[in-house]
């Protein structure tokens, strides 16, 4: 009798840790050409999408060719913009993102030869080279 209770209270344990786990909230994200930027980055006039793939490379991806791309420490999303016929990307930080990654990605981007301009805060709509 002993023995036909153990996979009863062994499914009631683990139900027990289950129903008592919190689902984690999930908090909604916009993002597009109208959603204000943590950076708007525009690069200079005739750079070239090789240029522009170095610098992603450079500055906002990591990885290689073999294994795959993703986000650098500290960067979320990455999307194309244009401003003004301009090529560029809108930068979206982690949440989670440090104060010296949020740093060290903008300094990359301002010492970058190939950027015109970085705005913050900026969606690329709301956004004026002159």
């Known amino acids: 009798m002993k023995r036909d209770c153990v996979p009863v209270v062994v499914l009631l344990v683990v139900l027990i840790a289950f129903c008592s786990c919190k689902p984690q909230r999930q908090e909604w ?4 050409l109208d959603t204000k930027a943590d950076l708007l980055v ?8 090789k240029e522009i793939n170095q ?3 450079d500055h906002l991806l990591a990885g290689d060719l073999e294994k795959g791309f993703w ?4 960067v979320g999303s990455i999307l194309q913009a244009s401003v003004e016929q ?12 440090t104060p010296g990654q949020r740093r060290r990605i903008k300094e990359g981007i301002l010492a ?3 950027v015109y ?3 913050e805060n900026t969606a690329p709509t709301e956004a004026h080279l002159k």
Not at 42 to 49: D, I, Y
């Open 71 to 74: 986000s650098r420490p500290g």
């Open 55 to 57: 610098f992603m490379f």
């Open 42 to 49: 525009v690069f200079k006039a005739g750079v070239s999408r």
């Open 112 to 114: 970058s030869p190939v």
């Open 29 to 32: 994200v916009s993002l597009g």
């Open 117 to 119: 301009r970085v705005f």
């Open 86 to 97: 301009h090529d560029g990307y809108v930068v979206y930080f982690q949440p989670s993102a």
